[in-house]
């Protein structure tokens, strides 16, 4: 099993900053992509930003130049730096992370619970 925890939301106001951790544990023998995605109440989920790798970073279009994702594979951490946020940047962040459990076997795809971010002054 892999578990995912994320911390980091809360309130903060335009304009603002907010960094946006998540852990994966469990049974982790290598980690593939990992990013992160929003949802809004009555909307569907959608990407944020992912690192398909260690080395590569896509963004959506709505984030770019303000949101920064990074990793630490030690760690098997993935975060989200937001800068310069805004009122439409409200949402309920998730983090995705794909892993193998073994040599050779296969990746799936385990989300974790949630966190409020909310832009508001």
């Known amino acids: 099993q892999v578990q995912l925890v994320e911390s980091g939301g809360g309130l903060v106001q335009p304009g603002g900053s907010l960094g946006l951790s998540c852990v994966a544990s469990?049974?982790?023998?290598?980690?593939?992509?990992m990013g992160w995605f929003r949802q809004a109440p009555g909307k569907e989920r959608e990407l944020v930003a992912t690192?398909?790798?260690?080395?590569?970073?896509n963004y959506a279009d709505s984030v770019k130049g303000r949101f920064t994702i990074s990793r630490d594979n030690a760690k098997k951490t993935v975060y989200l730096q937001m800068n310069s946020v805004k009122p439409e940047d409200t949402d309920v962040y998730y983090c995705?992370?794909?892993?193998?459990?073994?040599?050779?076997?296969?990746?799936?795809?385990?989300w974790g619970q949630g966190t409020q971010v909310t832009v508001s002054s």
């Open positions: 690192m398909p790798s260690a080395f590569n970073t």
């Open positions: 469990g049974s982790i023998f290598s980690i593939g992509a």
């Open positions: 995705n992370v794909r892993s193998s459990s073994y040599i050779g076997g296969p990746y799936y795809s385990y």
